[in-house]
């Protein structure tokens, strides 16, 4: 591997329409599946509250394994993780939610990864590049699925579209799988 930066913690922004205490359920591993086609999280140990501290729970994506631990949680303010996806890449992903006006969430997610192997340094070096991109591609897909559910709520039929976004975007190589 090379001599030069390595480690990678990127930080960015989004905005949900739904005040904390909502929005915190999307960025849980049950809630996930709401927004993110293909997100099937996997609990050896099965669970009821898939935040608490210690939760183990395994993803599958682009022929590799990732395994999740819940590190911390404050129901409606932050959820943390450690993320290792075998044979590539170890850290943690963190989520802070803090009101904004009108009811809605600014949403503070922050990557913190270190590459186990050559290739994935150059996986995660394309994925700090398409980081802006991939949290808009969050803040898109999380706004589709809200949509969906107030029409939903006001009984309007499905428009023949899942609306569930899963695009290269949203799970570049290295990413949240």
Same mark, same amino acid.
């Given at each position: 591997?090379?001599?030069?930066?390595?480690?990678?913690?990127?930080?960015?922004?989004?905005?949900?329409?739904?005040?904390?205490?909502?929005?915190?359920?999307?960025?849980?591993?049950?809630?996930?599946?709401?927004?993110?086609?293909?997100?099937?999280?996997?609990?050896?140990?099965?669970?009821?509250?898939?935040?608490?501290?210690?939760?183990?729970?395994?993803?599958?994506?682009?022929?590799?394994?990732?395994?999740?631990?819940?590190?911390?949680?404050?129901?409606?303010?932050?959820?943390?993780?450690?993320?290792?996806?075998?044979?590539?890449?170890?850290?943690?992903?963190?989520?802070?939610?803090?009101?904004?006006?009108?009811?809605?969430?600014?949403?503070?997610?922050?990557?913190?990864?270190?590459?186990?192997? %050559? &290739?994935?340094? !150059?996986?995660? /070096? *394309?994925?700090?590049? =398409?980081?802006? #991109?991939?949290?808009? @591609?969050?803040?898109?897909?999380? %706004? &589709?699925?809200? !949509?969906?559910? /107030? *029409?939903?709520?006001? =009984?309007?039929? #499905?428009?023949?579209? @899942?609306?569930?976004?899963?695009?290269? &975007?949203?799970?570049?190589?290295?990413?949240?799988?």
């Amino acid at each position: 591997m090379s001599a030069g930066p390595r480690r990678r913690r990127l930080t960015g922004r989004l905005r949900v329409a739904l005040p904390p205490a909502e929005a915190f359920r999307l960025f849980t591993p049950y809630g996930e599946r709401d927004w993110v086609e293909g997100w099937e999280p996997r609990f050896p140990e099965g669970t009821e509250d898939d935040t608490a501290p210690g939760t183990v729970f395994q993803t599958h994506a682009d022929g590799a394994n990732t395994t999740w631990i819940v590190l911390r949680r404050e129901p409606g303010r932050s959820v943390s993780y450690v993320r290792v996806r075998e044979g590539a890449h170890a850290g943690t992903v963190g989520v802070t939610l803090a009101p904004v006006p009108q009811g809605h969430s600014d949403v503070t997610v922050t990557y913190d990864l270190t590459p186990l192997t %050559a &290739a994935a340094e !150059a996986e995660l /070096a *394309g994925f700090a590049a =398409g980081y802006p #991109a991939f949290l808009r @591609s969050w803040e898109d897909a999380i %706004a &589709a699925h809200l !949509a969906r559910a /107030a *029409g939903a709520l006001r =009984g309007e039929g #499905a428009s023949g579209e @899942s609306g569930r976004r899963r695009d290269s &975007a949203r799970r570049p190589t290295g990413s949240r799988d």
